[in-house]
C-alpha cells in the first residue's frame, strides 16, 4: 500500500511564511507527477503547483513569485515554501501524487491535508 501524508500547516500573519512537507511510502517502484492543491471553503479543490520528476515546475498565478515546489526524490519527498502569504491564501492544503507501485501498475494518491490559516 502507499501512504502520502503532509505536515507543516498552522497558522501565520499575512506577510508571513510557511514550509509544507509531503512525505510518500509504502510499496513505492516510481514517482511521477507531484502537485500541491488546495480548497477553501466552499470552494473547488484547485491545482496550486506542479512538479515534474524531473523537475520542471509549474504555478498558479496568484503564488508566481511567492511559492517555490520542491522535492527530493531520493526521500520521496515534496515541499512548498509559502512566503508573503495572503488571506485568501487560506485553504486545506493537499499533496497528490502519481505513484507506481509496479512498471505495470499506477495510481494518483492524494494526503489527508494541512490546514494552512492567514490571518492577523
Known amino acids: 500500500q502507499v501512504q502520502v501524508v503532509e505536515s507543516g500547516g498552522g497558522l501565520v500573519q499575512p506577510g508571513g511564511s510557511l514550509r509544507l512537507s509531503c512525505a510518500a511510502s509504502?510499496?513505492?517502484?516510481?514517482?511521477?507527477?507531484m502537485g500541491w492543491y488546495r480548497q477553501a471553503p466552499g470552494k473547488e479543490r484547485d491545482l496550486v503547483a506542479l512538479i515534474t520528476s524531473g523537475g520542471n515546475t509549474n504555478y498558479v498565478d496568484s503564488v508566481k513569485g511567492r511559492f517555490t515546489i520542491s522535492r527530493d526524490n531520493a526521500k520521496n519527498e515534496m515541499y512548498l515554501q509559502m512566503n508573503s502569504l495572503k488571506p485568501e491564501d487560506t485553504a486545506v492544503y493537499y499533496c497528490n501524487a502519481e505513484i507506481a507501485t509496479s512498471p505495470w501498475s499506477k495510481g494518483n494518491y492524494w494526503g489527508q491535508g494541512t490546514q494552512v490559516t492567514v490571518s492577523s
Open positions: 509504502g510499496n513505492i517502484f516510481s514517482i511521477y507527477d
